[in-house]
T-cell receptor, first 118, second 111 residues
Framework: GAGVSQSPRYKVAKRGQDVALRCDPISGHVSLFWYQQALGQGPEFLTYFQNEAQLDKSGLPSDRFFAERPEGSVSTLKIQRTQQEDSAVYLC????????????????FGPGTRLLVL | EDKVVQSPLSLVVHEGDTVTLNCSYEVTNFRSLLWYKQEKKAPTFLFMLTSSGIEKKSGRLSSILDKKELFSILNITATQTGDSAVYLCAVPMDSNYQLIWGAGTKLIIKP
């Protein structure tokens, strides 16, 4: 595909419901990032994958958040037992570079998923 | 603690005006600073700056870095309504991939 795609674009969940957010990175991109962006704030790092390996999950706010990238391409961010404070835009980005070179590579962002927890 | 601070948080100008957006940072082992434009949802890459004093330019946009004073500016000349967006500044942490983001400057260009 031409760019990073994410689905769904919008998700409304009742408090306590589980949600799954999907990210399709640019084909061949090694690095994949998930960010959480609250209204009026910059993106906050959640987790980083290099191929199928989750190298850093230090930004995940609680153990209700889980991310996977089993085949090194598509990634899913799952939030269990959603809370109102989980309401945010969830951005996925991919980059062609390997870890040591990644900051010389542009991160390409998807359109994000806006999650609203009622 | 590493941080990135942008100012102003919001700015409203008229079409044709020139604007200057600021980004200051405190990061261990600074390597680069990135500017992104965010319309609706997806941030799009504008510039990566690594060296002081060297202006990066793309059309009406330009940016420069001052590593001594720990800040960068993004200039937009002859603004157009299509420049209306949130402009984000980010700096990589020591991890080499994790970015610290500023809160952004919301720029509104009035016709």
């Amino acid at each position: 595909g031409a760019g990073v795609s994410q689905s769904p674009r919008y998700k409304v969940a009742k408090r306590g419901q589980d949600v799954a957010l999907r990210c399709d990175p640019i084909s061949g991109h090694v690095s994949l990032f998930w960010y959480q962006q609250a209204l009026g704030q910059g993106p906050e790092f959640l987790t980083y994958f290099q191929n199928e390996a989750q190298l850093d999950k230090s930004g995940l706010p609680s153990d209700r958040f889980f991310a996977e990238r089993p085949e090194g391409s598509v990634s899913t961010l799952k939030i269990q037992r959603t809370q109102q404070e989980d309401s945010a835009v969830y951005l996925c980005a991919s980059s062609s570079g390997l870890r040591v070179l990644v900051m010389k590579e542009t991160q390409y962002f998807g359109p994000g998923t806006r999650l609203l927890v009622l | 603690e590493d941080k990135v601070v942008q100012s102003p948080l919001s700015l409203v100008v008229h079409e044709g005006d020139t604007v200057t957006l600021n980004c200051s940072y405190e990061v261990t082992n600074f390597r680069s600073l990135l500017w992104y434009k965010q319309e609706k949802k997806a941030p799009t890459f504008l510039f990566m700056l690594t060296s002081s004093g060297i202006e990066k330019k793309s059309g009406r946009l330009s940016s420069i870095l001052d590593k001594k004073e720990l800040f960068s500016i993004l200039n937009i000349t002859a603004t157009q309504t299509g420049d209306s967006a949130v402009y984000l500044c980010a700096v990589p942490m020591d991890s080499n991939y994790q970015l610290i983001w500023g809160a952004g400057t919301k720029l509104i260009i009035k016709p």
